[in-house]
């Protein structure tokens, strides 16, 4: 399995983290040398075995259709790092 | 000869494909996963719950209704009910997706195959596949233009219940394109699974088009986004179909890509973002469980079903012998069905249909109102129909009647009398008309007897204007008639 | 220090004293906050409520004044800074959520609140609970109130990690601090911290406690759970905190028992299943001694210990570091700088985005939400995370085939004593094998309480771990009371609040 640069710069680009030239490649090797780690997990046999997603047992609880939170904008822009007018502001995204 | 369906290029014919992928807002109180209210065109960031703006520790609790509404639509469209679905989360960065992920259905959706019967102008039926329908996440909205360096947003519409509703690539036109988005949303309005304004942004479609030589396998598709009008969606695949032809004949290739449809100029246009393929990550989602149906509940569901338009279209030919024509305008939407059927009980069907196709829906077209706001109820129009019936008024008369009825709301039958309407079957009074008439026109007479053959519309107009319209035009064939031939 | 003995008393101790009036809420409160004063040096705190504290302890002397005791009515608590408090600075120990507010209030906390609890304030903790050591968080690292014995090593007075993820809760309770604490537990964030500083620390079953208003790290594998001095007072505390959430959906539909009154001290019959595996190969002596020496003291009260397998259990740890990196990577990518916490701004929305998540994120988060990003990712889904998710499967299975022979299993809880700040900081893979016994019952989802059973040769604490059987946290607490009281570990860390007697 290969790990290099351009594979860690495309995964931080998919995680939004911007990495520096410099940190690509001692992060590539600290990477693939984890990776490696897990890669003894090839040796269990697991034909047959259903994934766990969950070691809760029962189906998915449902709730019923009311309006049980009336937040107030306030509380919901409280802690933004900037606001306008009621929206939350970003750096203009062109489409 | 041009082949049904297929476009002529430059070197010859070509068939378009499209599959289309319909997001329709479920109809429901609270939010999917959340307990924030889904009314439209609230102030900004009113109707967020912290688990919407996907703060720190917040968790999502599926809303029954909505799983409720997606199992309806699906037994709607005939299609099968898994029992177990999963939530899956598609992993993406975008500031009206506050936690980073929607959470949809991938490998796994509530709803499998379907299908949808389209009634062609033509009167031939296409049988279009549905692939699957799923629950999934609405977006927030962005705002890009509000200031010329910043993108604002509102997540009032985050986390709103769609369901993602996939159609098979079995279209083969724009045309059939706008008919299968008119059934579909006619379904979901019957359902009351979803209003389908697509004004208000409840249902909106993506398409899929690729074009290839008839027979060939299919070609490179693009997906032009975020249609929000049946028109447009229409336009969008003309233009497309004609745009990747036009390459193709050229020597080129289509990339696969995702388009936007400039409403202004007609055309679709590559989306400006990095054209980074998405790497969505899609994993089961670890703070939900597997959806889990009890069969008995589903079954409940189905016999609830109200009647659909294809069915009660069925019924409308066989119990009211209407043409399939009629039927189809009839079951369009559901209000409109009821609206017939409470006119046509215990009166002449086809009578009632000519009625509310013709004056209703002219009426209402008119004043720019949905069947829901119809001035005239369908016990009024029912009422009016029953004097036309049993002769109080003629049915020219009744037109008359029935617009004073759309203009101030009275019943027919005190329309009648206040404007004195009332038919006049008194053969008496009617033999004395027709006698003067035709002392009056006695040289039109003549030249009746002579062979003039279309005299007789005059007589008759010269009857029913001297009787201001109220002689019963059957009494006045039948006694104008006798006299002529008397004479 | 007004009255450094009451430090000294336990959870259950203090509920009595409080409801015999030998001594008011305020005073307790009033100690406590000197306490927390006292023990800044460890930085076990990142935010101490002492006023809060004091106006909480008001209302319970008022209730105690009417007879209207509430069970925890007056006991003081540091919160683990994971713990959304409404109103109070959460920080989650990382930059990227400076100044957040949550305006609501977790349910296990808010649930302490209703029981009279008193709040010390925000622990620290490694950054989104991403360690073992406590040495990731933003907020600088955490010291371990034991210290190496002077004797042992000339020269070497390195402070030493309490252990991770909940460090700060685990050092505030073993130094007196805080009479318990609330913690995590995601990979042994609870217990492993809880061997390394000499206290008890219960991870309960997965869905036990809710995690509404807790913030997320791994959804499969957080677990909240109680921190304190005995197993009596883990048990008082885990029944104030667990119940039933419908806004958790994995919050499991079972009742609360009154684990307390499982308390019995009778477990003659009792089956406990000692794991061969667990012998991990180079696994220190002394660590193995205790081990025996823990079932010896079980055998003495008569349980019988039963041989196991669990043949899985060397894959536990890749299977972790698999899942709960993937499921992080994607519950953290909400920390984007837009509506709450840190911003740095960009020219773009994506440069907003990577610049506040490069500023805002340690190394550790960094490293793991890269790691969660690439398991996931399209190519490498299926031999990595959908691998560790049937790897999972058997790693539970061998549990419920264990327990058809056993009711319970004994184990060591970490492989080695508190080791020193900056020691196995040069490998991640070094630091991620503190978990080793810790990470399977995570996994299954099994209860598993750490007891402080005896000190290494350098006098640090060392722990042993009782796992139970989903929901069974009543005979785990009972087996762990015996085993406690068998162990008579009266010793107390070096630095103490109010002098430690």
Redesign the interface.
């Known amino acids: 399995m290969a790990l290099d640069k351009a594979t860690?710069a495309q995964?931080?680009?998919?995680?939004?983290?911007?990495?520096s030239e410099a940190e690509l490649e001692p992060?590539a090797d600290?990477?693939l040398?984890?990776?490696t780690?897990?890669e003894?997990?090839?040796?269990?046999d697991?034909s047959g075995?259903?994934?766990?997603?969950?070691?809760?047992a029962?189906?998915?609880?449902?709730?019923?259709?009311?309006?049980?939170?009336?937040?107030?904008?306030d509380?919901?822009?409280?802690?933004?790092?900037?606001t306008?007018?009621?929206?939350?502001?970003?750096?203009?995204?062109?489409? | 000869m041009i082949a049904k369906g297929t476009i002529g290029g430059r070197t010859g014919q070509w068939e378009t494909v499209i599959g289309l992928e319909v997001h329709a807002q479920v109809i429901s109180k609270a939010k999917l996963f959340s307990g924030a209210p889904t009314d439209f065109g609230a102030e900004p960031n009113t109707q967020v719950s912290p688990v919407d703006a996907a703060f720190p520790g917040m968790l999502p609790v599926i809303n029954r209704s909505c799983v409720e509404q997606a199992v309806k639509t699906g037994l709607g469209l005939g299609a099968e009910i898994r029992l177990e679905s999963v939530f899956d989360r598609k992993n993406y960065f975008y500031p009206d997706l506050p936690p980073g992920y929607q959470i949809s259905q991938y490998q796994q959706p509530v709803v499998g195959r379907g299908c949808v019967v389209l009634d062609m102008p033509d009167g031939t039926a296409r049988e279009i596949g549905i692939t699957r329908l799923h629950l999934e996440q609405d977006a927030g909205k962005s705002l890009h233009d509000q200031h010329p360096n910043l993108t604002y947003v509102d997540l009032n519409r985050a986390g709103v219940a769609l369901m993602e509703i996939v159609s098979e690539p079995d279209l083969r036109s724009a045309e059939e394109s706008g008919v299968y988005l008119r059934k579909l949303r006619s379904i979901l309005r019957y359902l009351g699974t979803c209003d389908g304004n697509m004004e208000e942004g409840s249902l909106r479609c993506d398409c899929n088009v690729s074009v290839r030589r008839p027979g060939e396998p299919y070609g490179t598709r693009c997906e032009i986004k975020n249609l929000n009008s049946i028109r447009y969606v229409m336009q969008a695949i003309e233009y497309e179909a004609r745009r990747q032809i036009e390459i193709i004949e050229e020597g080129g290739t289509i990339a696969q890509q995702t388009r936007l449809f400039d409403v202004g100029r007609g055309i679709t246009r590559p989306m400006r973002s990095k054209e980074e393929a998405h790497d969505y990550r899609y994993f089961p989602d670890p703070d939900l469980l597997p959806l889990v149906l009890d069969p008995e509940w589903v079954e409940r569901l189905r016999a609830e079903l109200p009647e659909l338009p294809d069915a009660k279209k069925a019924r409308f030919v066989s119990d009211y012998g209407l043409s399939a024509d009629d039927a189809g305008v009839l079951v369009a939407e559901k209000e409109t069905a009821l609206f017939f059927e409470r006119v046509a009980a215990g009166r002449d069907p086809k009578a009632a249909a000519n009625w509310v196709m013709g004056n209703l829906f002219g009426a209402l077209n008119r004043l720019g109102v949905g069947i829901d706001r119809s001035p005239v109820s369908a016990e009024g129009l029912g009422s009016l129909l029953d004097l036309i019936a049993d002769g109080t008024i003629s049915g020219r008369l009744a037109k008359d009647v029935f617009a004073e009825m759309v203009a101030s709301g009275s019943n027919p039958a005190a329309i009648v009398e206040a404007k004195g309407l009332r038919q006049v079957t008194d053969e008496g009074a009617i033999a004395a008309v027709i006698d003067s008439v035709l002392a009056a026109q006695a040289d039109k007479v003549a030249e009746y007897r002579a062979g003039r053959d279309k005299l007789y519309g005059f007589f008759v107009g010269q009857v029913m204007r001297a009787t201001q319209g109220k002689a019963n035009p059957t009494l006045v064939n039948e006694m104008l008639k006798k006299k002529l031939a008397a004479l | 220090m007004k009255d450094p003995s009451l430090l000294a008393l336990t959870l259950a101790q203090a509920r009595d004293g409080l409801a015999r009036k030998s001594f008011s809420a305020r005073e307790l409160a009033r100690a406590y906050n000197e306490a927390v004063s006292e023990i800044e040096p460890l930085n076990a705190y990142i935010t101490p409520t002492p006023e809060r504290a004091l106006a909480m302890a008001e209302a319970t002397d008022q209730r105690l004044a009417r007879d209207e005791a509430l069970p925890l009515d007056g006991i003081p608590i540091a919160v683990k800074d994971l713990y959304c408090t409404k109103g109070v600075l959460t920080t989650a120990a990382s930059h990227i959520l400076d100044g957040f507010h949550p305006p609501y209030e977790s349910t296990v906390t808010d649930k302490l609140w209703q029981s009279g609890a008193v709040m010390l304030g925000k622990a620290n903790l490694d950054e989104f609970a991403m360690g073992s050591s406590n040495t990731t968080s933003y907020y600088g690292p955490v010291e371990n109130p034991w210290r190496h014995r002077p004797e042992r090593q000339i020269g070497d007075n390195r402070p030493l990690v309490p252990g991770g993820s909940s460090g700060g809760s685990a050092a505030a309770v073993a130094a007196r601090a805080a009479l318990a604490a609330t913690g995590t537990d995601t990979g042994g964030s609870i217990r492993q911290p809880a061997s390394f500083c000499g206290i008890v620390g219960l991870k309960p079953t997965y869905g036990r406690c809710s995690r509404w208003g807790v913030v997320a790290y791994a959804s499969s594998l957080d677990h909240p759970g109680p921190m304190t001095r005995t197993v009596r007072d883990a048990a008082i505390l885990l029944r104030a905190m667990s119940g039933h959430d419908p806004r958790d959906s994995t919050s499991a539909p079972v009742a609360v028992p009154n684990f307390e009154a499982a308390l019995t001290g009778d477990i003659r019959g009792l089956r406990i299943g000692i794991p061969r595996e667990y012998r991990a190969d180079g696994m220190s002596g002394e660590i193995e001694t205790l081990w025996q020496q823990g079932v010896e003291w079980l055998r003495a009260a008569g349980a019988e210990p039963v041989d196991i397998s669990l043949p899985m259990t060397k894959y536990a740890l890749p299977t972790y570091y698999i899942i709960a990196p993937a499921e992080a990577s994607s519950n953290l990518a909400r920390y984007d700088g837009v509506r709450f916490g840190l911003r740095v701004e960009g020219n773009s929305l994506d440069e907003m985005y990577e610049l506040t998540r490069a500023a805002g994120f340690g190394a550790e988060v960094r490293r793991r939400v890269l790691i969660g990003t690439y398991v996931l990712s399209a190519g490498y889904y299926d031999a990595y995370y959908l691998k560790a998710q049937r790897v999972r499967t058997l790693i539970t299975r061998d549990f419920v085939t264990a327990f058809e022979r056993v009711d319970c299993i004994l184990a060591p809880t970490a492989p080695s004593a508190a080791f020193a700040i900056g020691e196995k900081t040069d490998d991640p893979i070094a630091m991620y094998l503190n978990d080793v016994f810790t990470v399977p019952p995570s996994l299954a989802g099994l209860p598993a309480i750490s007891v402080p059973a005896g000190l290494s040769g350098d006098g640090l604490p060392l722990g042993l771990q009782i796992i139970g059987r989903a929901f069974d946290e009543e005979t785990v607490l009972r087996a762990a009371e015996v085993l406690e009281s068998a162990a008579q570990f009266r010793h107390l860390p070096s630095f103490v609040a109010g002098g430690g007697r």
Do not use: Y
């Open positions: 860690v995964i931080a680009a998919l995680a939004r983290i911007r990495l992060l600290e990477l040398h984890i990776l780690w897990m003894q997990l090839n040796e269990v697991t075995v259903a994934p766990m997603a969950s070691v809760a029962t189906g998915l609880p449902m709730r019923e259709d009311l309006v049980t939170d009336r937040s107030c904008r509380e919901i822009l409280a802690n933004a790092p900037r306008a007018r009621g929206f939350f502001v970003v750096p203009k995204v062109v489409e």
